[in-house]
Structures are given as C-alpha cells and as structure tokens.
C-alpha cells in the first residue's frame, strides 16, 4: 500500500497492478485492517480506467497501453473478478469486454493465443479457462473447447514458464471439477517433489522468488486458504 502512486496504480508495470490488485482482494476479506479498502477501490479505478481506454478492451504492459495481450490481461482480470468476490462493484460490462477479448484469442485448436488466436499453449489457455471460471460462465462452448484443450495438453508440463503454467493450470484444473483436480493435483505434487531444490525452493527463468511463491500457490489449493480457490 505504501508503494502505491496517487492514481491508485502498483508497481512499474501491468502484470506488477494486477497481482497487487489480486493480494489486496484476497487479503481485504480476511484482515482486518482500513487501509485495504482505499487502497483496493483505487487499484481496481485505475483497472477500469484502463480497460476502458484500451482499444481491445483489455491490458498490456501499461496503464496507457493501446494494445493487450492475453497474460497481462489475465492477471488484470483475475484481479477484477476477485475484487467483485470480494464486494465491490465491477460493471457487467468489464466483465464482458473481458471475455469478449479472450474468445476474439482462442486458437482453431481451442486454445488462446498471445495476442490474437495464433499460437495457444498451456500457460495462455490456463489463464484464459480460469477467468471464463471465475466469470461463471462454464456453459460457454469457448470455455468447453479451453477446458477440452487444456485437459489434453496438462501431460506436458512446459519447461519454460514452468511454475507460472502451475499457477495458473491448477486453478484451471480445481475449478474443472473435482475428478480432474484429483488428477492433475497428483501429478503436480510429484513433478514440485521432484524438482525442489534443498534449501525448500524452486528455481527457474523467472527468478528464485517468483518460481517458488508460484509452485507454492499451486499447492496452496489442497488446503483453500484464499477465496479466490473457492468453487
């Protein structure tokens, strides 16, 4: 909170906002403390604003940013949706917009491409299924061809990315139901066995903190801390 500019934005890019934004959400509905509440109402203004002025209707690397791109954009969109989880008022319009974006991505193969529907793979089709999820709109026949994609793609765990695929492929996967969290959430525990370095962190591309906080997260699930993993 203290970091926080005066235009509500966190941190020095997009991707930096909406995980702030995301932390703010979670933690405003389970500390109690007064400064969460300014401070998430300003993040999630600037979101909007964003959005807003963004001729895709979603987010890229800055709060003025005339193009979007899928991962950026989910970190934004997740942030969104947990705010409204959490209270606030997030127009139906947003929430639209935002969807509206991720079908105008999705691949012929059923996955989500980078900036337009070219290229899908795991990480990106992820962030794409979790937000139809946490949108509550499972019936769409979008996400049924995500959820298709990414179910027949979570064998091969990337190498790069790795822990980021994780942490968004195990919510995906928990929110798919039940039967397919049991599965993947297996898999996953004996790949983060596996790979552990014997300090108890992860290491990868993305730095120390970032790769281990990530593999964490993707486990966090098994024991529903936040609300964010509630189906």
Not at 70 to 99: H, M, Q, W, Y
Not at 114 to 122: C, H, I, R, W
Not at 158 to 163: A, G, I, L, N, V
Not at 187 to 211: H, K, P, V
Request: aromatic letters at 12%; one cysteine or more; proline letters at 3%.
């Amino acid at each position: 909170i203290s970091k926080q500019s005066s235009s509500g934005y966190l941190g020095s890019s997009m991707y930096n906002h909406g995980f702030a934004t995301l932390a703010l959400a979670e933690a405003y509905g389970a500390v109690d403390n007064d400064k969460l509440g300014p401070a998430l109402d300003k993040a999630v203004k600037l979101l909007l604003k964003s959005q807003s002025n963004n001729p895709r209707n979603a987010w890229r690397y800055s709060p003025e940013s005339s193009s979007a791109d899928t991962t950026v954009s989910g970190a934004c969109a997740v942030a969104l949706l947990a705010a409204r989880n959490a209270g606030f008022e997030i127009p139906k319009s947003s929430v639209k917009d935002i969807l509206d974006y991720y079908k105008s991505c999705q691949s012929n193969d059923g996955g989500i491409g980078y900036t337009s529907a070219n290229g899908s793979n795991g990480v990106r089709s992820s962030i794409g299924t979790l937000v139809y999820q946490l949108s509550r709109k499972k019936k769409r026949p979008e996400y049924k061809l995500l959820l298709n994609y990414i179910l027949n793609s979570s064998q091969n765990t990337p190498r790069s990315h790795r822990y980021y695929y994780l942490y968004y492929t195990s919510q995906a996967q928990f929110h798919a139901g039940h039967k397919y969290w049991e599965v993947w959430n297996k898999q996953n525990i004996q790949l983060l066995l596996n790979s552990q370095n014997s300090d108890g962190s992860w290491s990868g591309s993305s730095g120390l903190a970032f790769c281990t906080s990530t593999a964490l997260l993707s486990l966090a699930l098994n024991y529903r801390f936040l609300p964010i993993y509630e189906r």
